[in-house]
T-cell receptor
């Protein structure tokens, strides 16, 4: 079954404590991306990756890091989380970016920073 | 960059009636326009998409129309059912471009029994 798997699904953490949200896809997709979803703001892209070792900033990259060492994994790293990073995060992947191919989303990770 | 405006933010319709959600985009280079449905507690799922070389596409009760001149596209759902209740997002991108999809802010569709 085609899947994008995120972990953890729910996390409450404290300001400044580094955390990583993992993302893995089993479809051999080249393109992977992270979005955050906030009320009234829709989905905003944080970072994306066109392939292994290739990453680029999206619309709201501040405070986040990513890496793409393997094709299937695309972790999102918050080095020093702050309360304004409290949000619902989605990882997504597709075979080729937006080339008429379906973008698959994970189930989401609810992150609360206190 | 691309900017996508989506209206309305909330839409309530009676079961069996039609629902229309409208989006406008700013970048004339965009030529791929998908629509996603997000049910409570789940990630968005693609329901229909359209490329700029066609003006309309249908899939059972769902249709999307595109007006490239006016830079707007719409989602039409006919004979709405309770399971259509969800948040719907439109998006735009340039096929093959390096940037990701730009999403609208979403429409919460409520189907009244």
């Amino acid at each position: 079954e085609a899947q994008v798997t995120q972990n953890p699904r729910y996390l409450i953490t404290v300001t400044g404590k580094k955390l990583t949200v993992t993302c893995s896809q089993n479809m051999n997709h080249e393109y992977m991306s992270w979005y955050r979803q906030d009320p009234g703001l829709g989905l905003r892209q944080i970072y994306y990756s066109m392939n292994v070792e290739v990453t680029d900033k999206g619309d709201v990259p501040e405070g986040y890091k990513v890496s793409r060492k393997e094709k299937r994994n695309f972790p999102l790293i918050l080095e020093s989380p702050s309360p304004n990073q409290t949000s619902l995060y989605f990882c997504a992947s597709s075979r080729v970016h937006s080339d008429g191919n379906t973008i698959y989303f994970g189930e989401g990770s609810w992150l609360t920073v206190v | 960059g691309e900017n996508v405006e989506q209206h309305p933010s909330t839409l309530s319709v009676q079961e069996g009636d039609s629902a229309v959600i409208k989006c406008t985009y700013s970048d004339s280079a965009s030529n791929y326009f998908p629509w996603y449905k997000q049910e409570l507690g789940k990630g968005p799922q693609l329901i229909i998409d359209i490329r700029s070389n066609v003006g309309e596409k249908k899939d059972q009760r769902i249709a999307v129309t595109l007006n490239k001149t006016a830079k707007h596209f719409s989602l039409h759902i006919t004979e709405t059912q309770p399971e259509d209740s969800a948040v719907y997002f439109c998006a735009a991108s340039m096929v093959g471009g390096a940037d990701g999809l730009t999403f609208g802010k979403g429409t919460h569709l409520i189907i009244q029994p």
